[in-house]
């Protein structure tokens, strides 16, 4: 009696993923979905817009339609309003250059595994600032509502003055003021990013409400005292020395009693959850020179030698699987 023939169901699910995966990255690089937004096309008119063969263009599109991200009708095709949201060019939301520099980076897994070290290196102190805008413009959406987010769950009105650890475009800084008016913020970030930080801050008309200042907290604590910090997406891009270093400076600039939050991908003890958190290791190895989601042990052992105290852990929140760690200064 023959054995009947296996099917590898969950390689060939993880197969097809990528393959959709890689059908939005070019869709992203040749523009298909910012043409699309201007009006609907069919696969000629595409073509002849982009400088795009249309016979090659035909398959992806209809990949495009598999994957979600768009609609085809009598070989007419349209975005998804998910589409037009987030991956047209120059919409606020657009989130497309992040995706594209993050599953880039994870193409170079192989190479940096081989040498030990991140073939999409990311240095912030030394990147040309045009390409430092447009990492944090594809990181300015989220880190605001998230800021939003962050205002109502952590009941932020009770504070006073913020510090916005590291804070980039100033995103988050921004979300919270727009709902807590009455708190005071200030954005500490490196003197090679604090200046993209002031255009962002500029922009949002926010410049008389939210203060930015430049120090490198892995080397010292920032100017001034605060009963309230965020770090949010910061430690993961540090070593553990450094870690370890910037939670200290972070102590002394709260005044007694002020609180600690940090915010991230952070692993369970068991380096297997959250799921998401685990996946972006390959973004953080090939990216970072030691950065990495570090797990709750890690964090707890850095939180407590600085002599922080009443410490929690809130794992594995929706929509991203990532974490919130409170703990407070004596």
């Known amino acids: 009696?023959?054995?009947?023939?296996?099917?590898?169901?969950?390689?060939?699910?993880?197969?097809?993923?990528?393959?959709?995966?890689?059908?939005?990255?070019?869709?992203?690089?040749?523009?298909?979905f910012t043409e699309l937004?201007?009006?609907?096309?069919?696969?000629?008119?595409l073509a002849t817009n982009l400088n795009l063969n249309a016979g090659k263009l035909l398959l992806l599109l209809y990949m495009?339609?598999?994957?979600?991200?768009?609609?085809?009708?009598?070989?007419?095709?349209?975005?998804?309003?998910?589409?037009?949201?987030?991956?047209?060019?120059d919409n606020?939301?657009?989130i497309g250059g992040f995706i594209s520099m993050m599953l880039g980076s994870i193409q170079?897994?192989?190479?940096?595994?081989?040498?030990?070290?991140?073939?999409?290196?990311?240095?912030?102190?030394?990147?040309?600032?045009?390409?430092?805008?447009?990492?944090?413009?594809g990181l300015h959406t989220g880190a605001l509502k998230i800021g939003?987010?962050?205002?109502?769950?952590?009941?932020?009105?009770?504070?006073?003055?913020?510090?916005?650890?590291?804070?980039?475009?100033?995103?988050l800084a921004i979300g919270i003021y727009q709902s807590c008016s009455d708190i005071k913020a200030t954005i500490v970030?490196?003197?090679?990013?604090?200046?993209?930080t002031r255009k962002f801050i500029s922009e949002s008309n926010m410049s008389n409400r939210i203060n930015i200042i430049e120090c490198d907290l892995v080397k010292k604590a920032p100017e001034g005292i605060y009963d309230i910090a965020i770090m949010h997406h910061f430690i993961q891009v540090l070593s553990p020395n450094m870690a370890r270093e910037a939670i200290k400076n972070i102590y002394d600039a709260l005044e007694p009693g002020g609180t600690l939050y940090i915010i991230g991908k952070i692993l369970n003890d068991s380096h297997l959850s959250p799921a998401q958190s685990v996946a972006f290791n390959l973004v953080f190895i090939n990216t970072y020179d030691e950065g990495q989601a570090f797990t709750e042990k890690e964090y707890i052992e850095w939180i407590k030698e600085a002599k922080f105290v009443d410490i929690n852990i809130n794992n594995n929140i929706p929509p991203n699987g990532e974490a919130i760690i409170t703990a407070r200064k004596l």
């Open 37 to 45: 937004s201007k009006s609907s096309k069919n696969v000629d008119e």
């Open 108 to 137: 170079k897994t192989e190479e940096t595994i081989r040498t030990g070290k991140p073939q999409s290196k990311l240095d912030f102190e030394t990147l040309p600032e045009d390409i430092l805008f447009k990492i944090f413009q």
């Open 64 to 89: 495009l339609v598999n994957a979600q991200l768009m609609k085809v009708d009598n070989g007419i095709f349209t975005n998804t309003d998910e589409t037009n949201k987030f991956l047209v060019r």
């Open 1 to 32: 009696m023959n054995n009947p023939i296996e099917t590898p169901s969950i390689i060939n699910n993880l197969n097809f993923s990528y393959f959709l995966s890689f059908a939005m990255i070019t869709g992203i690089k040749l523009d298909i």
């Open 189 to 196: 970030e490196l003197p090679t990013i604090a200046s993209i």
């Open 92 to 94: 606020p939301g657009y």
């Open 148 to 171: 939003i987010e962050l205002a109502a769950r952590l009941n932020l009105f009770q504070y006073k003055h913020l510090l916005d650890v590291a804070g980039g475009s100033g995103g």
